[in-house]
Structures are given as C-alpha cells and as structure tokens.
C-alpha cells in the first residue's frame, strides 16, 4: 500500500492490530502543533523512566513518525497509536508492516474524541505521549474523566504546562489547574526535554511528567462538584483576596457565611487563593451545602 492521499484507517466498532514500508520525508504541519521528537537519548529516557510491564496496553498519542511506538512495541503486550494526521497514519502503518511489527494498532483520530471504551484491556492502560499546547488542558480534562480506565500517563508537556501541573503552594504558577490534576492523581516532574531535541524545534523547552492515578489524594472530597468550583472560583481573580474572589464568583452566598466556613477552616480571610493547599480548599468545600450552587 502506497501512502498517496489521506485515508481514514478508523473502523467500526473495537480496534484491532493492523499494519501496512518505508517513511518518506514529511513536513510537519504548524496547524497540528507538529514537533518531532529527534534525540534518541531522550527517547529511550522516555522510555526507561515510564517502566511499564510486557503485560501493558500503552495508549500512545500522537506517535508521529513512531519515534517512541517502536521502542515501545518491543516492551509492552500492545500499542494502541492514536494518529490524528491521516498522511502519518498510513506512513506509520507501512513503516511497522515492513518490520514485522504486529503488536501496534494506528488509529487515525483526534485523541480528544477517541473513546477510551474500545481499548480491549482488561486491566487498567497506560498513556504515553508528546503534547501540542493546544490540547494540553482539554486532554487533561480527558484524562480525569476517564480515570477509570487508566493507570499512569507518562507524557510530554510544554515547560511552563508541566510546572503549573506539579506546582506547590505559593507561586504565581499555582492555580486551579494544579489542584485539580493532583486531586486525582500523584504528578511527578521527570526530566527536562531540550528545544534542541526537537524537530522543527519549538520556542520553549518541555518536560516529562507523571501522572498517577492510581495514587489520588488520599483525603477524598466531601463533594467533588463543590470542590472544583470552588477551586475554580477561587483562582478567578488572582489579585483579589479568596474572600472577595469567592464573593465575586459565588452571589448568591453572602459575605457573612463565606466568612464563616473560612473561619470553620482556619482560613485568613485576607488570604490569596495560591497561599491554600489541597485540604484547605478540601475543608472549605465541605462546609458548604450543594443545593445553594448552581450548575
């Protein structure tokens, strides 16, 4: 099969292993976010840090020019290359034919609308993968929504993504971002990922980051719908006191019962929102009751 035109490799129902010799020169595309990665030192780094087992179905994404999906086949039970560039897709899919790689399913489709149901696992599946900028939070909300299903996600971010995602209290880059990731996962800063290590090189340095979900937070929220927007709520108007942050967000709670659930919780009512931990916003949100919010 030659890859002379755009084909859609998606098929109905479950997916199945397929394959199809040779990867031409490709020009990446801008539109797509397209940075492949060149260094195989950091690829076999990838590799090592994420150790996952023979037994493992890996959920790579975006496997490009299959930089990572050829290292990964050889130590995993099955890769399921999730493509969204059709031209890749079929090019990869007769790179893997012509080495005899069977264990590697490439599917043509945008990892935001691929349905994570159809991987036939048993067990829980792990996610590996480089992400573009611009779905970075959208998959992220992916992830979560799908935890579930997944075990640890290995994945490449944006430097500036990566630190917002395992930030501490106290810092500008601290937010609402943070708390919710690591709510519902462990998030482990790996190793940095020179600009140099890509092609075409990006403007930013990236970093590889760990997400655990097997390992949440181990204080559960009392509800994790008021949890989220209260954590939303609060990093809205970073400049602003919570107090007034939570006014401004919430009308229809009254300055006296915000101030009473932060006095419940041991919170300054001058406070910032990037100055609360985890169990501060935990405590805060259990002190409210679900019928006064509003979807």
Excluded: W
Aim: glycine fraction near 6%.
């Amino acid at each position: 099969m030659k890859c002379t035109r755009a084909v859609n490799t998606e098929s109905a129902g479950h997916y199945k292993p397929s394959a199809a010799a040779g990867m031409p020169k490709f020009r990446p595309k801008k539109r797509l976010g397209q940075h492949f990665l060149v260094d195989p030192g950091i690829v076999n780094k990838i590799i090592s840090h994420a150790g996952f087992q023979v037994s493992d179905y890996v959920l790579e994404i975006g496997p490009g020019k299959g930089e990572l999906t050829f290292p990964l086949a050889g130590s995993v039970g099955h890769v399921i290359a999730v493509e969204k560039d059709a031209h890749l897709t079929c090019l990869l899919k007769e790179k893997l034919s012509k080495a005899g790689i069977k264990n590697v399913t490439v599917v043509n489709h945008d990892i935001l609308t691929f349905d994570f149901n159809k991987i036939e696992s048993s067990l829980k599946f792990q996610v590996i993968g480089n992400l573009p900028y611009n779905i970075s939070s959208p998959f992220l909300g992916k992830l979560i929504e799908n935890r579930n299903l997944v075990g640890r996600a290995i994945l490449m971010f944006q430097e500036e993504v990566a630190e917002r995602i395992t930030a501490s209290p106290g810092g500008k880059i601290y937010g609402a971002l943070t708390l919710v990731i690591q709510y519902y996962a462990q998030s482990t800063s790996l190793f940095k990922v020179p600009k140099e290590s890509f092609y075409p090189r990006p403007k930013v340095d990236s970093m590889v980051v760990e997400l655990d979900f097997k390992r949440p937070y181990p204080r559960p929220a009392s509800d994790e719908f008021i949890f989220k927007k209260m954590v939303k709520a609060a990093f809205a108007h970073r400049r602003k006191t919570l107090l007034n942050s939570l006014k401004g967000s919430f009308s229809f709670l009254d300055r006296e019962m915000i101030l009473d659930g932060m006095e419940k919780c041991s919170i300054n009512p001058d406070a910032r929102a990037e100055a609360l931990d985890m169990d501060d916003f935990l405590c805060l949100s259990s002190v409210f009751n679900r019928k006064v919010f509003k979807d």
